[in-house]
């Protein structure tokens, strides 16, 4: 089993629909929770960063992370185009070496 | 500045045989890593390094080696290409205690 596990997609919306994605993971040391965007044929960039469980929000994104039950998601409303791209949860441990364990990546298409 | 630059784009390869991917950074961050990115996988580590001659195994090391003689560059290099090396390789740099990585835009590797 996969430490970190996310639906492949594509997940296919229309523009403005509200898009949730979501990663599950098995390691109860994870205490920090990324997600990074990726668009195609491009390096991944961070797009959110959440420490232990809670909501963040940011513009039209919002974390959300549920400790309890190993479940993170994000959250985008009022989705454009622009959004396009493949989402990667990326979570960590509490260790000094701050490696992270990537998901494979949920692929999202916004059509216009 | 330029961020994360990776030379070459695209490369093809024999079995068998060796070469370098190279990366530089100009933002003067001491951690930068090698990850590999295969379909359905996610992003595994290869090596990282947390400064100029200090480097240290990831996930999936066997097969590539690396060098880190200044700041800026951190180049990966393969000893003995083989077919399950085909993926597509980025480099990431970060701020020391920092969680943001940075990746370059990547190399496609085929080894035929």
């Known amino acids: 089993q996969k430490e970190v596990e996310q639906d492949p997609g594509p997940l296919s919306v229309p523009e403005g629909a509200i898009v949730s994605l979501n990663c599950t993971y098995s390691n109860s040391a994870f205490q920090y929770f990324m997600w990074y965007r990726q668009y195609s044929r491009k390096g991944p960039e961070l797009l959110m960063y959440t420490y232990s469980s809670g909501n963040k929000e940011d513009g039209r994104f919002t974390a959300q992370v549920d400790k309890s039950s190993k479940y993170i998601s994000l959250f985008i409303r009022d989705s454009q185009p622009s959004d396009s791209a493949t989402y990667l949860c990326a979570p960590r441990g509490d260790t000094g070496r701050r490696a992270l364990t990537f998901g494979s990546g949920t692929r999202l298409q916004v059509q216009p | 500045n330029a961020g994360v630059t990776q030379t070459p784009k695209f490369q093809v390869l024999k079995t068998g045989q060796s070469m370098t991917l190279q990366c530089a950074q100009d933002m003067n961050h001491e951690y930068m890593s090698w990850y590999r990115q295969d379909p359905g996988m996610g992003l595994r580590l290869i090596h990282y390094?947390?400064?100029?001659?200090?480097?240290d195994q990831g996930e999936v090391p066997n097969g590539y080696n690396v060098s880190r003689s200044t700041t800026e560059d951190f180049p990966l290099r393969l000893l003995s290409a083989a077919p399950s090396q085909t993926s597509v390789y980025f480099c990431?740099?970060?701020?020391?205690?920092?969680?943001?990585?940075?990746f370059g835009p990547g190399t496609r590797l085929t080894v035929l």
């Open positions: 390094s947390v400064g100029a001659g200090i480097t």
């Open positions: 990431a740099s970060r701020e020391t205690g920092v969680d943001e990585q940075f």
